[in-house]
């Protein structure tokens, strides 16, 4: 099941931002039994480097994926940690 | 009153307003948990925490009014700044640090 979730995500990332890296990460396992675990959601580590993001604050980078994950983030996702950059920024940071 | 406008006297009154889970002494969430750190690691004087498991009203009034689907939530000087990735990646480049200094909420009175 978590696997499906990780799919759609990136199927979800893919199609919205034409990213040239995504690396979708599963950490559920880590809070198993935890609160917002038991009510079923996910949590889940998104690194994106896309031109999309050029120009845009984190806070607006942040929003345009929650947005693009849609409804997912209500119900398939309890936690989603973003690192959303471009690819200059990508390079000057290392990655 | 309206949540909406509990909510924008909170962030307007306080110079920093955390909405977490749980509370700074005992955070029931591990985002909350660095939230909290983070903001002794900037050496904040003074933040409200907002427990939001404390109130459903201010738990999801907080998401409508910030359009922001997660806790925790960052305000400064009634500016929302980010959840906690972000409040992370500003404290690792020093933006943040930078930011409550200029609003002068750092250090001794």
């Not at chain 1, 559920?28 to 580590?45: D, I, K, P, V, W």
């Not at chain 2, 985002?31 to 009203?57: H, M, W, Y």
């Not at chain 2, 922001?68 to 939530?73: G, L």
Request: glycine share 10%; net charge negative; proline share 3%.
């Amino acid at each position: 099941m978590s696997a499906t979730r990780v799919e759609r995500i990136r199927a979800a990332l893919q199609e919205r931002f034409a990213p040239t890296r995504l690396e979708i990460g599963d950490d559920s396992a880590l809070h198993a039994g935890h609160a917002g675990a038991r009510e079923g959601g996910g949590h889940y580590r998104v690194f994106i480097v896309s031109e999309a993001f050029q120009g845009c604050s984190r806070v607006v980078r942040q929003r345009m994926i929650y947005d693009a994950v849609g409804d997912m983030m209500h119900k398939d996702i309890h936690a989603l940690a973003i690192r959303a950059l471009t690819a200059a920024e990508a390079e000057s940071q290392g990655h | 009153m309206d949540i909406q406008d509990v909510i924008r006297d909170q962030v307007t009154n306080n110079g920093v307003v955390l909405y977490m889970k749980g509370t700074p002494q005992f955070p029931q969430c591990g985002f909350s948990s660095t939230a909290v750190q983070i903001l002794k690691g900037c050496g904040v004087r003074e933040v409200l925490a907002v427990n939001v498991l404390a109130d459903p009203e201010i738990r999801q009034g907080i998401k409508e009014f910030s359009n922001w689907p997660t806790i925790p939530q960052l305000y400064v000087k009634g500016e929302f700044v980010g959840g906690s990735d972000i409040m992370r990646e500003m404290y690792d480049s020093g933006e943040l640090q930078q930011m409550l200094k200029d609003a002068g909420l750092v250090g001794e009175d």
